[in-house]
């Protein structure tokens, strides 16, 4: 992701300051798996963020340093295994990588009744799902 294309997917959102280098590997080991290159392109440049994406979508994105207890907290590994929550949409969806397909796409799942039989494909990309077309 350069410079003009993150400027134009997030001239609608709040963001935050970005992530340093160490909590980035900090997180990804942690996590036990290396995150999609656009998603790290994105921290580096604001370390989550909170608003409106595309024409109605509205993002809230966790810090890359908070994801681990984010997962941990809703249970992931017990109701949806193989996925990695990242945000919400600040209701009852939340926003994950599908950890089960080397692509890792974007997909949502309810918090309430969190199973990977209730996962929705949103985008195949991070980038693709910074566009809000869903």
Known sequence: MNDKEFELLTKKLSLNTPADLLAIEKSQFDLGTKLPDDYLSFILRS???????????????????????????????????????????????AFAFDLRDPSMPIVGVPFVGMSLEEVQLIAPTFTEFLKGNW
Not at 49 to 62: E, F, H, Q
Not at 75 to 82: I, L, N, R, S, Y
């Open 47 to 93: 370390n989550g963020a909170v608003g409106t994406v595309g024409l109605t979508g509205y993002l809230r994105l966790s810090p890359i340093d908070e994801l681990v207890e984010f997962n941990q907290g809703y249970c992931v590994k017990d109701f949806a295994p193989g996925l990695l929550l990242f945000g919400s949409d600040g209701g009852g969806e």
